[in-house]
Structures are given as C-alpha cells and as structure tokens.
C-alpha cells in the first residue's frame, strides 16, 4: 500500500492512497479534466442558514472536528459578527482544527474586525454586484460597492490572512462590471476570488464559460460556490473544477439556504470516483458524518439521496440484486463501493424480489434451504410485499419456518426439521 505526505495548509497528513476500483467506463472519457481539486466546507455557515436549523456551540465543534479528521482543505466556520456565541465557536473552532478556518464578513469594518479577531486563517468577504441585489438589497451603488470591497480586501491582506472575496450573485452579474470588480480586488492582494451562483440560475456549460472568462482576470485561485434551486448545484460544482476552479464550496447533505448547496458527498465522490481526481479527503468518514449532520441539523435525508441515502446501496429488484450478488459492479457504479464512504450494502425484501435475494437472506439468517423452498418463500415474500408491508427477518422467519425450511445445524446433524 502507497502512503503520501498531503499539505493542508497549516500541517501535514499522511493519507493512505485508495486503491481505485477499475472498469470499462464504455462511451464515458476514462482520461480526467483535471488531477485534484479543493473542497471548501460551508456546513456550519451556509448549511446552517437552512430555513429552521441552528448549529449550537457542541454541534459545531462536533461537525467540524469531523471535517478536521476527513481532511478537508477548509472549514468556513461562521459568521463571527452574527453574535457573542458564533464569534466563540467560530474562535475555538480556529484554535482546535488543524485545516485552514474560515470566517464570514460583509464589506462592513465591524465584520472584518471580528473575523480577524476571532482568529481565523481565511477571512471571506463578499458585497452584492448585480443590480436587483445593489438596488434592493445593499442598496449601494456600483462605485460604492468597489470602493469597499477593496478597502476591506486590503484590510484583511495587511493582516496577513489570506482573504477571499465573493461578488455575490455573480451569475446575474453584468459581466463587464464583474470583471471589474474581479480587477479591482485582485490589484488589492485578494487571494481568493470565489464565484457565487447565489440563486442557483447556472448551468453546467454556461457556469464553466464564465468560470474561464475570470480566469482571463485574475491571478487569484478560484473557487465556486454553487446553490441547488434547479438541482444544479453539483453539477455546476464540477463544471468549475472542469474550467480550471482550484476549490468548491460544499455543504454536508446539501443542506443550506433554500433548496441548499451542492453537496459535500457528491462532489467529494464524483472527483475521486468519476473524476478519478484526488479530493485529500478520507471518504469512508461521509456516511457517518452524513447522519450526524442529518441529526444535528434536522432536516432528514431522502431515502434516495445519492451516496448518503438509504437507498444509495440498496437492492429489490430480482434482476439487479441477482446481478449484484455475483458482481457489485453489474448494477453499482463499479467506481464506487459502499466501503468507500462507510456504508453498507442493503438487499431489500418485498415485492420486485427474486430468489438470489431471498436465498442469500434465508442462508444470513441461519437457514439452508433447497432449491424449491427458495421458490416457495420467494413467492411468500412478493406477496406480502404487494400488500405495501415491510419484510422484516422475523416475518422471513416465520415463512422459512410455515413452509418447514431447517435451520443449517439441523441439516447438518440432520436433526428434526422443525
């Protein structure tokens, strides 16, 4: 097994390099767009922003020792202005991770000082640039919102920590007036330029060429953050990276405003698994850390989430699940396993089963039944499934045992069948 030294940042990991899980990938490229990629956290800032969710100060420190531990390359913490309780969270978690910390700040003196007070490596400042936003919103004008935006990205950069900045709304931004703006805090020491699709109004293509066309403007890293109000997000995520993006900004889940984020998971899977890019992240902690922030968070996961669902791993149909037993990849990416991210495989009973499934659960729960009384519960089963009710292994049992199956030590001794 190959280990490499990974820097992130502020210390050095040793990570444990995966062996990938080759396949044909058929009419799908097998070479990648691009070899790694950055993964920006915003669980505990934008995730939090979720209509009716609140982080409280363990819930933080919880989830973002978490993304610390997985190898995140930075963990936006907060909003150190919000409140007294979010600038101490938001310091304690500065001081207690490893990765680069993040702050939260409007082009406000107020905002930047208290993300510079609390301690964090990365200060994220951000003003409105389109104009339904300046008119409505920041209620400033175009000249205006530069002037403090550089003022404040010089600020944060005389500090010595590094420094992003967000034209916030940028894909219904003038373009002339964001590459203006992109200018103007770059001949001001930003270090960052962070692209927002703050209502979440990208697609891929159209994403990607304006991610190129800031390229052609700044010297700065680029990173992404993409909204999911078209289910978009991830997608628009990875057509950053595609167009030469360093880093996206990513929320466990999904979760933030409105419909949410793209989502941590799924960028962090498609990279390393689709991509076959490195992420730095160890990705069997995902599913964990998926139902710690489900819980923390409140707001429930669908069963057919990819990657974190309950669904994400789990086989009915007779034709897939027979297909799976003998090979994982006939009806699973193939790419990716549900050892990867810490989940387990799942061949569920009920109406659409076939006999591979039932027979591979009968045997799990200590039967070894022939080749007939497989088809006799087989049909036991999709019957009751029918009836829209749950196969539980004591509803199995009680069918193996009504149609006389013998338990495996029976067999064996050739004991009494039962």
Known sequence: MEYRGVQCLTTWRIRRLRRRIGFSHGTLRTDSEFATARI????????????????????????????????????????????????????DIATHTDTTVCGLARVVDGDVEAALDSGVDMVHTFASTSEVQLKDSMHATREEVIERSVDCVRRVADAGVDVMFSPMDATRTDHDYLTEVIEAVSEAGVDWINIPDTCGVATPARFADLIETVREHTDARIDVHTHDDFGLASANALAGFEAGADQAQVSVNGIGERAGNAAFE?????????????????????????????????????????IVGANA?????????????ENSATFEPGVMTPEMVGAE???????????????????EVGYEPTDDEVRTVTREVKEFGATDRRITDERLVAFADDHGVERAAERVTEGPAR
């Open 40 to 91: 920006f956290d915003t669980t505990l800032r934008d995730g939090e922003q979720s209509p009716r969710t609140s982080f409280c100060y363990d819930d933080k420190r919880e989830i973002a020792t978490a993304l610390d531990a997985m190898g995140v390359h930075v963990i936006e913490a907060g909003f150190p202005v919000n409140s007294d309780a979010e600038f101490k969270a938001v310091s």
């Open 266 to 306: 799924q960028v962090v899977m498609a990279v390393e698994s689709v991509y076959g890019a490195d992420t730095g992240v160890e990705t069997t902690g995902i599913t964990e850390l998926a139902r710690t922030v489900e819980e923390r968070s409140g707001i429930d996961t669908p069963a057919n989430a990819p």
């Open 313 to 325: 791993f789990s086989h009915e149909s007779g034709i897939h699940a027979a297909g799976v037993i």
């Open 345 to 363: 495989r799942e061949f569920v009973l009920g109406k659409h089963t076939g006999t591979h499934s039932v027979a591979k659960r009968l045997r």
